[in-house]
């Protein structure tokens, strides 16, 4: 790896890449990588993706939800080696080192977040950083996790997600047109949720394009 080579940021679906694939133009060389959600789909996205790229970095990005009371929606947190670059210039940026936990199904309630608080002691959940992170920590790759934090641990999201989605982790637009047809009232949460992940977004993209643009040091 040589500083020509690009830091490689993975995003599990489109709507989170958005803001940053905005500014990805004016930074150094850089990648975007859109996995899929959960374990098996980033693993199976990053290991193709790595077959033919050598990124000196990579960032697993995206949405997280908090566990730990004090992570508000909109808190940057991040997951690095304690010694690398990428801390302090995370930290000045305003993100807080944290404690992730990657789970096989969205945490959708204030009660089930709870119960992966008090049996991980993670700080945020999220569903595919521990799949990236642990295939590059096996071909030796630099890796950290860079996400900001769309609903807090006392929050229940609009609607279950987990009722919406295929088994490959895709939505389902005609189950969600269903649940919405069901529960009419779902709607507007989920417009006012989607206005907040927009703009936690464009947070998000900032403190990436701050850190692709700070000196990169060995991680």
């Not at 489109?14 to 975007?32: M, T, Y």
């Not at 204030?110 to 595919?128: F, Y």
């Not at 703009?199 to 701050?210: E, N, S, T």
């Amino acid at each position: 790896m040589t500083s020509a080579d690009p830091v490689l940021v993975c995003f599990a679906v489109q709507e989170e890449s958005r803001h940053f694939r905005k500014l990805a133009p004016g930074l150094p060389p850089c990648e975007i990588l859109v996995t899929g959600i959960g374990r098996r789909n980033a693993e199976s996205s990053l290991g193709r993706a790595l077959a033919t790229l050598s990124p000196r970095l990579v960032v697993s990005s995206g949405f997280a939800g908090g566990l730990n009371p004090q992570l508000t929606a909109g808190v940057v947190a991040f997951d690095a080696p304690a010694d690398s670059w990428l801390v302090p210039v995370l930290r000045s940026a305003g993100a807080v080192s944290v404690r992730f936990h990657c789970a096989e199904r969205i945490a959708s309630t204030a009660a089930e977040k709870l119960g992966l608080s008090r049996t991980t002691n993670a700080d945020a959940v999220d569903m595919e950083s521990a799949a990236i992170r642990g295939l590059c920590a096996a071909r030796n790759i630099p890796s950290a996790t860079v996400r900001i934090i769309s609903d807090a641990a006392d929050e229940d999201l609009a609607l279950d997600f987990n009722r919406v989605m295929t088994p490959e982790a895709e939505l389902d637009y005609f189950k969600l047109a269903w649940a919405l047809a069901k529960s009419p009232a779902t709607l507007p949460k989920l417009w006012k949720f989607r206005g907040r992940i927009d703009a936690i977004g464009a947070r998000l993209a900032q403190v990436l394009a701050d850190v692709l643009k700070a000196p990169m040091l060995p991680v």
